[in-house]
T-cell receptor, first 112, second 117 residues
């Protein structure tokens, strides 16, 4: 069974550009989470969905960040406009109701 | 809000020896889950072990075991017979269970484990 699939694996962009990160959760999983990992702040929960509906977006740092889940097999995290302080590793993760969280391999974002 | 504290930024152990990583947490809930995740240099997050708070028996997975002390809010990870492949960042994580299981994980800052050959 394929795990959580994220793309791209690496993204380098210039300040002010739009960045879109993509995630395909494990088939059948009804929860999807977006995390950000930095040296300073560790792993932070940005937003999560249940059955494609956003449940808690209180971790989204500001209005430049948005996330969507148009169907059960796809989610995006968009940053517009991007800033150097957005540089981090972004993880997508999914799970069933009470099962452990399964992570994708992450997207390393560098904003210059 | 729940917090997870890993007081050891870095630990070092000789290959084949045993090492224990510490984790404490703060919560007002009575039911919850605790996890240890491993993150090698490849940055993949790998579930090592899981503990349900209502279970008194400590979880074990091969060479990995936990010491869960609910009253002390402590959840340490013991790695026996350390191997070079165990070298990684280890994260302790908490998840509440408010009848819905819908919460995300709260992570500690991590412990960098070094295995000396």
């Amino acid at each position: 069974d394929a795990g959580v699939i994220q793309s791209p694996r690496h993204e380098v962009t210039e300040m002010g550009q739009e960045v879109t990160l993509r995630c395909k959760p494990i088939s059948g999983h009804d929860y999807l989470f977006w995390y950000r990992q930095t040296m300073m702040r560790g792993l932070e929960l940005l937003i999560y969905f249940n059955n494609n509906v956003p449940i808690d977006d209180s971790g989204m740092p500001e209005d430049r960040f948005s996330a969507k889940m148009p169907n059960a097999s796809f989610s995006t995290l968009k940053i517009q406009p991007s800033e150097p302080r957005d540089s981090a590793v972004y993880f997508c993760a999914s799970r069933l109701f009470n099962s452990p969280l399964h992570f994708g391999n992450g997207t390393r974002l560098t904003v210059t | 809000a729940q917090t997870v504290t890993q007081s050891q930024p870095e630990m070092s152990v000789q290959e084949a020896e045993t090492v224990t990583l510490s984790c404490t947490y703060d919560t007002s809930e009575s039911d919850y889950y605790l996890f240890w995740y491993k993150q090698p240099p490849s940055r993949q997050m790998i579930l090592v072990i899981r503990q349900e708070a209502y279970k008194q028996q400590n979880a074990t997975e091969n060479r990995f075991s936990v010491n869960f002390q609910k009253a002390a809010k402590s959840f340490s990870l013991k790695i026996s017979d350390s191997q070079l492949g165990d070298a990684a960042m280890y994260f302790c994580a908490y998840r509440g269970y408010s009848g819905g299981g819908a919460d995300g994980l709260t992570f500690g800052k991590g412990t960098h484990l070094i295995i000396q050959p």
